[in-house]
C-alpha cells in the first residue's frame, strides 16, 4: 500500500526557516497538502495543490514538490507556528494517504 | 462560511456500532465530497472514507469491511457507522470537506471533531 514518510520532529529558531519533507511514491503522480494542528484544536489547511494558501494562511507558508518529495517551508517560523503538520495525498483510486506528522518546535 | 460539527455518543461498547453525524452549516452539502478522519490517541491522522451528496462512497481499504456511510441533504448532514468496535477504535473523528482535483485532493474545513472511546 502507498505510504507517506515524515520526520517525527523538526525545530526551529524563532525567525528562521524551516522545511518539513513528506516522501512517498504516490508524490510522484500527485501534490501533496497540508494541515497544521495545534494541541486541542482541529486540523487547519496551510498549503494545497502546486503551491495555493487557503484565505488567512500567512504567506510565509509555502509549498513546494520534487519527484517523490513534498516540502512545506515555513520563512521566519513565528511562536504560534508549534504545531503538530500533516502532509496527505491521494492515490489513483481515489485513496487518502496521511503521513504520520511532524511536531514542530520553535525555539 | 462553511462550519461542521461533529454529534454522537462519546462512549461505545466492544463489539457495538459506532454511530456519528456531521451537521455542515454555511453551504449546502449538494455539492464537494464529504470525509471522516480519524485519531487514535498519541498516533496520526487516519483516512475513514468519502461520500458524495448522491450517496456515492469511497471507503479506506483497511475498513472497507467495517464502515458506512450515509448522506440527508434534507438536513445538510451526513454520517458515519462502524461497527464491531474495539479499543483500536477509540479516536478523536473529524469530519472535513475534501476536495478533490486530478491532482491531488484536500481537505478544508475541518470539523472540531469528537472524542470516541471504545470501552464495557
Known amino acids: 500500500s502507498s505510504e507517506l514518510t515524515q520526520d517525527p520532529g523538526v525545530s526551529v529558531a524563532l525567525g528562521q526557516t524551516v522545511r518539513i519533507t513528506c516522501r512517498g511514491d504516490?508524490?510522484?503522480?500527485?501534490?501533496a497538502s497540508w494541515c497544521q494542528r495545534k494541541s486541542g484544536q482541529a486540523p487547519v489547511l496551510v498549503i494545497y495543490g502546486k503551491n495555493n494558501r487557503p484565505s488567512g494562511i500567512p504567506d510565509r507558508f509555502s509549498g513546494s514538490s520534487s519527484r517523490d518529495t513534498a516540502s512545506l517551508t515555513i520563512t521566519g517560523a513565528q511562536a504560534e507556528d508549534e504545531a503538530d503538520y500533516y502532509c496527505n495525498s491521494r492515490d489513483s483510486s481515489g485513496n487518502v494517504i496521511f503521513g504520520g506528522g511532524t511536531k514542530l518546535t520553535v525555539l | 462560511q462553511v462550519q461542521l460539527q461533529e454529534s454522537g455518543p462519546g462512549l461505545v461498547k466492544p463489539s457495538e456500532t459506532l454511530s456519528l453525524t456531521c451537521t455542515v452549516s454555511?453551504?449546502?452539502?449538494?455539492?464537494?465530497?464529504w470525509s471522516w478522519i480519524r485519531q487514535p490517541p498519541g498516533k496520526g491522522l487516519e483516512w475513514i472514507g468519502y461520500?458524495?451528496?448522491?450517496?456515492?462512497?469511497n471507503y479506506n481499504p483497511s475498513l472497507k469491511s467495517r464502515v458506512a456511510m450515509s448522506v440527508d441533504t434534507s438536513k445538510n448532514q451526513f454520517s458515519l457507522r462502524v461497527n464491531s468496535v474495539t479499543a483500536a477504535d477509540t479516536a478523536v473523528y473529524y469530519c472535513?470537506?475534501?476536495?478533490?482535483?486530478?491532482?491531488?485532493?484536500?481537505?478544508?474545513?475541518w470539523g472540531q471533531g469528537t472524542l470516541v472511546t471504545v470501552s464495557s
Open positions: 461520500i458524495y451528496y448522491t450517496g456515492s462512497t
Open positions: 472535513a470537506r475534501h476536495h478533490i482535483s486530478p491532482a491531488g485532493c484536500w481537505f478544508d474545513p
Open positions: 454555511g453551504d449546502s452539502i449538494s455539492s464537494f465530497y
Open positions: 504516490t508524490l510522484r503522480s500527485y501534490y
